[in-house]
C-alpha cells in the first residue's frame, strides 16, 4: 500500500472518481471531478483519507448508510449520493454519448429523462441469517458484507415500511446462515415477493410462511426460485391500462416512471405503424400498449412471461390482435425474410444486446425500429451494426431508473 494525493480528472462508468496515476488510472470511490485528495492506494484502487480540495458539485449524501461513514458499513446500493443533480444527470447523459461516440456514432443525445427518490417498485436485497436476526441490505462494493438497513431513500414508501416484514419473511423461510436474495416488487394487489438461492425449503419453512403472510397484510405472493409458496392476491401491474400478473421473479422495469418514459418514446416513433413486432417482449411492457393502435407480434424467450402476456392480451377490451411467439432470439433472431411482415420493430434486449437480431434488422426493410437498452456499450455496437445497413438514428434519450447508480437506460429510434 502506497498513499499519496491526486487530483480526481472524470468519473468512471462505475462512478468511481478517475485519477491519472503513474501506471494507468486510479479509481478513487466517492470522490468527485477536479476534487484533491490524499489516498492509500493498493494497485489501482484508491481510499480516501483526506480531502483538501472539495469540488463545488459536492452535496451531502441522502441516505446515512451511503459512503465510507456509512452505518453499517459502506452501502453498495449506491455510488454517487455525493453528486449534485447538475453534474449526476450530465454524466449519465455521458455514459451513453461516449459510448455512441466510441462507435463513431454522431447522434445528438437527449438530456437524461432523471428519477426521484422514492420511485422505485422493484428492489434485490440480499438477507442472511445470523444470532442476532435477519440481516436484510444490500452487499458492501465488492464484498460478501451485507449492510443491514433501516431506511432507503430509492425504494418506495410502500417498500421502505415493511423492512420489518420482509425480513419477518426471510426469517421463516432461512434454515441456516447462507445468504440468499429477496426481491420485491410492489404491485397494484401488494408486495410480490420471490426469494431466490434459498437452500432447500421444507414443509417447516412453507408453513412458516403461510402462516406469516396470514398474519400480514399487504402481500400479494411469496415464491421461491419461481414456485408459488401462497399467493393470497393475484399481482398485478398496469401496462398502459391493461392488467398483466407477472410471472413470481419475472423481469420488470424497476420504477413506473421510467417505464411510462420509455413507452411513450416508443408509442411516439412506432406511431401509426400497423403491424409491430416487439422482440424480448417480456410481459408486454410495450407490447400491450402498442395493441391499442396495432396488431402485434410479441417474440420473448421466457414462457412464463409470454404466458402473462397472451393471458392478459385475451381478458383486455379495445386491443388489436396480438400473437405470441416462444423463441430464443440470440439463436435463432427473426430474419430478414420474416421482417417483411412489419412496419415497426421494438427491441428490449437483455445487457447483452440484440447484435445477431440487428443483423438481420439492417438487411431488412422494416421502416422504423426502437431500440430499448439497459447498456449503453451493447446498444452502441447494435446502432452501428443498423446505421450501416442503412438506418438513421433520429433521437436518443437516456432514462434513469437506477437511482444514485452508474447503471443509465437508453430508447434510441431509427428509420430507413
Ligand atoms: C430487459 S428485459 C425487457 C422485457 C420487456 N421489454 C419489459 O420492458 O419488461 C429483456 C427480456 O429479454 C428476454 N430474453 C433474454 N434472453 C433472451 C433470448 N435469448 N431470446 C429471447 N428473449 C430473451 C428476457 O426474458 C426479458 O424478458
Redesign the pocket.
Known sequence: MSTETVTIGRLGSGGDGIAPGPDGPIYVPFTLPGETVAIARVKNQGTVISTSVASADRIAPACHHFGPEGRNGTCGGCSLQHASDTLYREFKRGIVADALKAKGLSATVAPLIPCAPGERRRVVFTVRKTEKGMLLGFNQAGSHHIVDIDRCPVASPGIVSRLDVLRALAAAIATDSQGFRLTVLETLSGLDIAFEGVRKVGDKQRRAVTECVLALRGIARVSSDAEVLIEPQKPQLDFGGVLVAPPPG????ATKEA?DA?AALVLGHVGKAKRVA?L????G??ALRMARGARVHA????DR?LKALDHAARHAQGLKPVTVEK?????RPLMASELKAFDAVVF???RAGAEDQCRELARSGVKKIAA?S?NPVTLARDLAILVAGGYRITGVTPIDQFLWSPHVEAVATLEK
Open positions: 419475472g423481469f420488470t422495469q417505464e420509455m416487439d424480448f417482449s417480456g410481459s411492457t410495450f417474440v420473448e424467450g421466457d412471461a423463441r430464443d432470439l440470440f439463436r428490449d434486449p437483455p430499448v439497459c
